[in-house]
């Protein structure tokens, strides 16, 4: 599922192609919203909310203002081509939506979630959400109060929860995991430092925002770019023990966790899915605010 930096760049995209333009005309293919018409409504803007997509219109005869809400759940994506363009994807299977201006079309490919409601409603969608570690109102305060309002919650389980921080999945998780030297079983109490751990989920989104590829390590080079997401059977680049993967969280909201043995230290699963004692012997004074840095 595409985390918070993707959805972030994603709406960007979409602001620069749609934002003051008027639709021209806008195909909902979502059987509640296939009858509504928005042709002649103004764009004002396209911002992201952790992992939602917000598409703000003006008001518009006597109307209110509206906003179309797309989630991209685990296939979606926006694209941005220009209107009138023989190659475009409007007419492919899985297109959801279409709003075309009189210079660019934005086509919604399977998207997981599309919703329309007043603007004044988004609450109703979004309202749920924590701090949105790549928002105007990033609050690194309150995100670290709904972490400790569950201790004992598992760390992985907690940064996978939007209600917790928005933008946070499976990637980032891992990632952030490993770079504390704990494994994504281990309570939050164990978070030695949280300021400084809040801090790194925060860099990593905001250094990865404005490019393709996800990197954690600082190295560019193919195959290097992370230590532990996707990993699994691979050597760790950091001390070469074999990266495991397994599910973390309560059916049916499993989701998959990789973490390596050597450097991550805190419960894990074993393969028969049975507790294992905490695993790794990392001087606890290695996972201190120094071990969070990760360079740009």
Known sequence: MPEGDVVWRTAHRLHRALAGRELLAADLRWPSLATADLAGRR?????????????????SGGEPALTLHSHLRMEGSWYV?????????????????????????????????????????????????????????????E??????????????????????????????????CFLARLTPWSPVRDVQDLPAFVELLHR?????????EQVTTGDLRHGRHNYAHGRSGLACLRCGSTVRVAMIGEAPQERTAFYCPGCQRGPAP????????????VDRARTTRTS?????
């Open 143 to 176: 995100a670290r109060r709904r972490l400790l309002l569950r201790p004992d919650r598992e760390l992985g389980a907690a940064l996978l929860d939007q209600r917790v921080l928005a933008g946070v999945g499976t990637f980032y998780m891992a990632e952030a």
């Open 43 to 59: 764009v004002l803007e396209v911002v992201s909310a952790g992992k939602h997509l917000l598409t703000r219109l003006a008001a």
């Open 204 to 212: 990593l989104l905001e250094v990865n925002k404005d490019r393709v």
């Open 81 to 141: 081509e220009r209107t009138g363009d023989p190659r475009g994807r409007r007419s492919a299977s899985g297109t959801r939506a279409v709003l075309t201006t009189r210079e660019w079309t934005a086509v919604g490919h399977k998207l997981g979630m599309l919703d329309l409601v007043p603007t004044t409603g988004e609450d109703g969608l979004v309202g749920h959400l924590g701090p949105d570690l790549l928002g105007p109102g990033w609050d690194a305060q």
């Open 270 to 281: 074993t393969d028969d899915g049975r507790p294992q004692r905490p695993l790794g012997h």
């Open 292 to 296: 969070y840095r990760t360079r740009r």
